[in-house]
């Protein structure tokens, strides 16, 4: 692609950028669609996320991707928020509109369509969710909202995910979340689980570490999806496919998020053979 007057460009925000896939899947979606689009990371000081938007606005950007540390804060900056983004409270996409920006979060989108593409549902499912973090609180209400029959939510503090089970709960107007405290896996119900990991445990260089190392949970998983995906394979992961369960990793969230992304900004749908290309190329920087 040859950049020239009609080139639009799209960005990242956060601190820090630099270790970003981003630029990979937008890049490439560009190329495969033939679009005249290029995308960029731009890194954001503390303090100063309203100039930052602000400033994208009188520059035209098409759109923005949002990342730590501000994917609440920017939320202060948007003309407008989408439903779901307003109650997971993060925002990690912005699109350009007439007055402003409308604020999206295409993270758990993108975690549903990424489970959808490897065949698990969360529709009448019983789910271990491990966390009660920003991510794993969003990950509690996608599962509410998609229609979860129960999501046991387990974490090492107790008043944290009380908080989180009871807000959401709320929102969705049924009592889908129960929360416990991380050592009572024991005493979950005898079954098999969709487990869902949602805290950073077990994210590189901490290789090693995992919420709960008891092979006795692992025997009521049937299958693992971790939002980490740097390592490879992480200890969750492992202990899940050592009992017989499937596991999965974070990758394709991470892709489909972006894919999301891209389709907002351009009015476009992906395939899902330009996804498989896309997922080929992420997967060469892994493996
Ligand atoms: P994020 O935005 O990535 O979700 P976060 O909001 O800092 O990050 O949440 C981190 C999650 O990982 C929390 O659920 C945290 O548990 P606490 O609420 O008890 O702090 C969990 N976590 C972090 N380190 C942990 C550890 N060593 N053992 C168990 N849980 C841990």
Redesign the pocket.
Known sequence: MEINGHTRICGLIGNPVEHTLSPMIHNTLAGLLGHNLVYVPFLVEEGRVPEAVTGADALHLLGLNVTVPYKSEVIQCLQEIDDLAKNIGAVNTLVKTAGGYKGYNTDMEGLYRAMKSEGIRLEGEQIVLL??????RAVAYLCAVKGAEKVYML???IS?VQAVAEEVNRTVGREVILPMI?EDYVKLPERKYLAIQ????GLAPHTE?V?IADKVFYEKIKTGFDLIYNPWETKFMRLVRQQGGDAYNGLKMLLYQGIIAYELWNDVSVSEEQAQIVYEKLKEHFT
Do not use: M, P
């Not at 966390?131 to 794993?136: F, I, L, M, Q, T």
């Not at 949602?198 to 445990?201: E, L, N, P, W, Y």
């Open positions: 966390g009660a973090g920003g991510a794993a974490n090492r503090t944290k991380t949602g805290t950073s445990v570490d919420v």
